[in-house]
């Protein structure tokens, strides 16, 4: 049975950083593209950041480029989030997600999803 399991999230100032985890199992995924996504209230679920599954590619909307940066240990079938300078308008369910080939921002070709994290970011 395939699960994930994220966690790290919390309640941050404005400016300061978080770092999420996720930790899969159930299977290997290192042939397997990870990311993450992001769910505010009454909004839609938004990619934020794509790895595929070497780590040599990775993928951010304009809304977090150079601000979040992904990562992955294959050897711990674990995907990584830092999010640097954070925001209020980044508070949100934050969700890690895998799929078999590359990652994409369209969130129902995703194979498997974890619970999700809260992040919130005070003003």
């Known amino acids: 049975q395939v699960q994930l399991v994220e966690s790290g999230g919390g309640l941050v100032q404005a400016g300061g950083s978080l770092r999420l985890s996720c930790a899969a199992s159930?299977?290997?995924?290192?042939?397997?593209?990870m990311g993450w996504f992001r769910q505010a209230p009454e909004k839609e679920r938004e990619f934020v950041a794509g790895i595929n599954w070497s780590g040599s590619s990775t993928y951010y909307p304009d809304s977090v480029k150079g601000r979040f940066t992904i990562s992955r240990s294959n050897a711990k079938n674990t995907v990584y989030l830092q999010m640097n300078s954070l925001k209020p308008e980044d508070t949100a369910v934050y969700y890690c997600?895998?799929?078999?080939?590359?990652?994409?921002?369209?969130?129902?070709?995703?194979?498997?999803w974890g619970q999700g994290t809260q992040v919130t970011v005070s003003s």
């Open positions: 159930g299977r290997t995924f290192s042939n397997y593209a």
């Open positions: 997600a895998v799929r078999a080939g590359y990652y994409t921002q369209n969130s129902e070709r995703w194979d498997y």
